[in-house]
């Protein structure tokens, strides 16, 4: 994952994060909010945010970890589990009523 900001009239700022395959929205937004936490103080105004996930495989064409969850290495197995079947929840709704029809809560005013 990729994120880039580019500021009004200054120099920008991007960081890197690589991790483990995921489909798992929480854990993306766990990564990209801990590149979000490492960003400057801007000294100028935010023009653009860019989000860029690399390196994409197909579900059926990916290889777990031998050590962990997909992605979540730092959850214990049940753990890992519980997310799954949540994300699969998740994407079922969102499949069956729009993808506005649920939403994590971090991003709401």
Do not use: N
């Amino acid at each position: 994952m990729s994120v880039a900001l580019g500021y009004l009239g200054g120099p920008g700022w991007e960081r890197v994060a690589k991790f483990s395959a995921s489909d798992s929205t929480l854990h993306l937004m766990r990564v990209m909010s801990k590149i979000w936490k490492d960003r400057p103080e801007p000294l100028r105004p935010l023009l653009q945010v860019g989000v860029t996930l690399g390196h994409l495989v197909r579900r059926d064409g990916h290889t777990p970890d031998l050590f962990g969850g997909v992605g979540m290495m730092d959850m214990p197995g049940e753990d890992v589990r519980k997310q799954e079947r949540l994300d699969q929840a998740l994407d079922e709704l969102r499949k069956r009523y729009g993808r506005d029809c649920v939403y994590l809560g971090s991003v709401h005013e």
